[in-house]
């Protein structure tokens, strides 16, 4: 049987013909013995046709298509005009060895041309990379080096492109950031109250927020100065008149050390750092809440922003989280528990990180599995429905949510919920009833501009008619005076003359 060799490169397609390979080619070593030497290899591969690209924008589109397992219509037109046709009914005579086994598998379903991809093949074909320049007239090998490194950025620049309106790996690394910040402002407020507790111990039992104690610890500075002065100032950072009272009283009967101007200022410094700190943390959640709105607006509308962040992180992306089935949803961020359950032929976990949904904690303990399970269904269908949805749309989140909470109800009060496809019905013409809402806001607008144009133009045909009523008058006026004009013309005739008695 012959064998042809399929080779994609960054200039284009090429078609070799091995000749022999069955006897030369009995294992694997034989062909590598023959592939470093030319005179040997250029005895069993012949060059048959070769494809160049039109443009770098085709090469790269080829090379997409290939990475991807697909063939296209210019390798399909390649491989049908230079090889044998296929008939059908007969076996064929020949096969085609590729690299990648699925544009192989693509191209035997759609021409009916057996391909092959093994260990021979891709002898072969190594072969055919290293002496390519020989087999091609007037190919330079910097020309073959310029091409593959033009081609392998501009494929690299593709595949690295994204939507901007649909960047999960933002809400990715906010979220990881968020926590953080969690993580430190916790530490640095523990680090705050006990640095400043050894002025000032009796703050800690009257302020238990660490931001307001961040904030109190740099106002108040060294307790001596503290007086009833300062109680508004105070009432206005922690929001209450008699807690200030509570800390103005505490300062004049407080047990702590006295300490040093400059170790005030390093612990007020450091305050300051925790404020700035829970600022910024404040704006970061805020950027969370609008991206997640952006980029999954049903999947937090359903199980909240912070949740649902953390999936698509732990997922790795929204299309990934798209991909999971409602089960490993479910157990999503439990694996070590999981694996462990596995491991010891335990129980495996019911929930991971859905478990900080506030459905699962208004549960029963004895329902939380059940919730867990229902919730995660949701979610599935959420995170489907934002990945593949060209509309940015509420209206299936609400809904959902709306289905978990009437099943909280039937495993409290026994209340019946619907069905899912009348959620979904529901869902549909909600959707519809608000696009009509907002073409009927459209359209008043542009019936007012229509109805103002009209007017003005009733407004401006009006006052059409009246000048040209004007300019009629004036015209016949203008003609009853020359109709009057011949009679004087005709009288001064007559009289042979004007005063002076010269004839007309």
């Known amino acids: 049987m012959a064998l042809y060799l399929l080779f994609e490169s960054a200039f284009g397609y090429a078609l070799f013909h091995a000749y022999g390979v069955d006897e030369i080619a009995q294992d694997t070593q034989a062909v590598r013995d023959s592939v470093v030497d ?4 250029c005895q069993v591969v012949k060059l048959t046709a070769f494809s160049p690209s039109s443009s770098a924008i085709d090469a790269l589109n080829q090379c997409i298509a290939v990475s991807e397992g697909i063939m296209t219509d210019e390798l399909r037109n390649f491989l049908e005009l230079n090889l044998p046709k296929v008939k059908e009914g007969k076996k064929t005579k020949f096969s085609v060895g590729v690299s990648e086994p699925k544009v192989g598998s693509q191209i035997s379903e759609v021409t009916k041309i057996p391909c092959q991809s093994n260990e021979v093949v891709l002898e072969l074909l190594r072969g055919v990379r290293l002496h390519i320049v ?5 190919l330079m090998p910097t020309d073959l080096e310029k091409a593959q490194l033009g081609l392998g950025h501009s494929y690299s620049r593709a595949k690295v492109k994204f939507n901007v309106n649909q960047v999960d790996n933002m809400v990715i690394h906010a979220i990881s950031l968020l926590d953080t910040i969690d993580k430190d402002i916790n530490s640095f407020s523990m680090r705050v109250r006990e640095w400043y507790g050894y002025h000032f111990p009796e703050l800690v039992k009257i302020v238990k927020d660490n931001y307001l104690y961040a904030k109190i610890a740099k106002f108040v500075d060294n307790k001596s100065d503290l007086s009833e002065t300062h109680i508004p100032a105070l009432a206005d950072i922690v929001g209450d008149e008699d807690k200030a009272k509570d800390i103005v009283e505490a300062a004049k009967a407080s047990m702590g050390q006295d300490i040093s101007p400059i170790d005030l200022i390093n612990v007020q410094q450091f305050a300051q750092s925790v404020i700035d700190l829970s600022v910024y943390r404040k704006k970061l959640y805020d950027y969370l809440v609008t991206k997640m709105n952006h980029i999954a607006p049903n999947l937090a509308s359903l199980i909240g922003e912070v949740v649902g962040a953390r999936l698509i992180s732990h997922a790795g992306s929204l299309s990934n989280l798209a991909k999971c089935p409602a089960s490993t949803l479910q157990i999503l961020g439990a694996e070590k528990a999981l694996f462990r359950a596995l491991k010891t032929r335990g129980n495996t976990p019911k929930y991971g990180l859905i478990f900080h949904s506030s459905f699962i904690g208004r549960a029963s303990s004895r329902n939380k599995g059940r919730i867990a399970r229902y919730l995660a269904n949701k979610c599935s269908i959420a995170s489907r429905i934002d990945c593949f949805s060209e509309t940015n749309t509420t209206v299936f989140g609400e809904k959902l949510r709306e289905q978990v909470e009437e099943r909280l109800d039937f495993y409290d009060k026994g209340v019946a919920p619907r069905k899912n496809l009348d959620v979904i019905k529901a869902a549909l013409e909600s959707m519809t009833q608000e696009d009509g809402n907002k073409k009927k806001e459209e359209t008043p607008v542009k019936e007012s501009k229509k109805k103002k144009s009209k007017g ?19 015209k016949r006026k203008r003609k009853r005076s020359k109709l009057e004009q011949p009679d004087e013309d005709m009288i001064e005739a007559a009289n042979g003359g004007d005063q002076n008695g010269t004839p007309k």
């Open 38 to 41: 030319f005179n040997r290899f």
């Open 456 to 474: 003005e133009a009733d407004d401006g045909e009006v006052m059409d008619v009246d000048i040209s009523a004007d300019l009629g008058t004036q």
């Open 134 to 138: 020989k087999f091609i007239k007037d």
